[in-house]
């Protein structure tokens, strides 16, 4: 038998079907289908202290109980949790530095390991691949979750201008939210850091106005309070000019999204927080709408796409909160300034101490409640007695919250557990994670905090090694 003969044994047809057999194939195979799946940008939304009560209360008081939040509606659902190095209750910046770099830390540390060492995350991983980033939060920007992913510090109380030096040294793409003061020079060394901003590049905004008229320049700094931005339930008293955390998002994915590269963005709802360290139910609720409609702007952005992995948790619970049943839902509804806001218009005599008449004058005018003289006597020996381990500053606002909460038989930690806690009352409950695009799959069951950044990394073909640190220059 000749070649030629050899050859003609192999009919046409059944080469054809041999085709399709080899084309179907490598079309299901894994190299394939990780090509298909692979998130070209990831946005990851933290509520900071977000647990399920928050999520609750935000849906019971904004749509009723049959109300479905935006959150909810992503695909996938995980639970995850939060305890750090050193405590089986996390704090902000623990937490945080968990989610951020995939390894654990002791609390108070930002962006370092348990032993100190710095430490890289995963938007240094991002960026060492050629993606823009991004870091947004309601709260400053050098406080604990935006500085987990963008600096290292052994200690979050002491090293604000630090993390404000590294964030200008890692040259993230787009940093919005509040933290000015530590930008500023007294705080740098008589060096005006926000103008080394400039010079390398920056637009830079300190308004909404200006956020929205900024011609999108290549890399953003807005910065809209020299310390926390304005609870959301405030800024109408206070005629506030800052941009709400959609709006901050929105000009974020922008300019992240220019060029072909992709990008990782971490924005936060960092004021639910606080709120529920106050136990300010109305503020919860406030708060985490506003979270809620920033995961609708990042949803709707990113429909039909097929290109970005959303991810939304929290770093930890906080106060135990609930939507308990005897929660008294109108009154709650009727409270229109923060329990901060309401704690300074009280006033004082002449020995620093609070006047009555001022406590009873304020909880009528803004929480709609008339106090006994016996409960103005108990609230004032409260906020002389009871002292925080954390934020002393915030502890007639607590007592104002607790005290309204209390009232109003709305589900959340007592006051005296929030005072003997090193964290103001965070809690180890299990954190909530939502996640939708591609590669979100691969959150279900329960997790680990830890495992955030190495299931994020790992959709998006990115490198990381958690506990690893590359400098720059390599």
Known sequence: MNKT??????QPHRF????????????SSPIQAETRNTPKNVILLIGDGMGLGAIEIARQLEYGKTGVLHLEKLEHVALMRTYSANNYVTDSAAGGSAIATGIKTNNESIGVDANGSEVDSVLDAFQNNGKKVGIISTNMVVDATPAAFGASVPNRWTGGANIARQLFDNRIDVILGGGASYFEADKQNGEDLIAKFKQAGYGITTTKEELSSINNPAKLLGLFHPTYMNFKLDKEALHSQEPSLPEMTSKALDILSRGDKGFFLMAEGARIDHMEHAADITGI??????????????VDWAKNRNDTLIVVLADHETMGTSASETMDITALKKIRVSSEYMSKQLTFDKNNEINPESVVSTFKKYAHISLSDQEVDQFIDNVRKNKTLVYPKHQIDW???STIARYHKAGVADRSIRAASSTGGHTANMIPVFAS?????AFDGVIEN?????????????????GQHKTKEE
């Open 450 to 466: 830890t495992d955030i950044s190495k299931i994020i990394t790992k959709a998006a073909g990115v490198p990381f090694t958690p």
């Open 5 to 10: 003969s050899r050859y003609k044994i192999v």
């Open 437 to 441: 695009g591609p590669g979100s799959e």
């Open 16 to 27: 054809g079907l041999f085709v399709l057999i080899i084309f179907f194939i490598c079309m």
């Open 399 to 401: 007592e104002i919250g």
């Open 285 to 298: 609720w406030k708060e985490t709408i506003e979270f809620d409609q920033t995961v609708k702007e990042v």
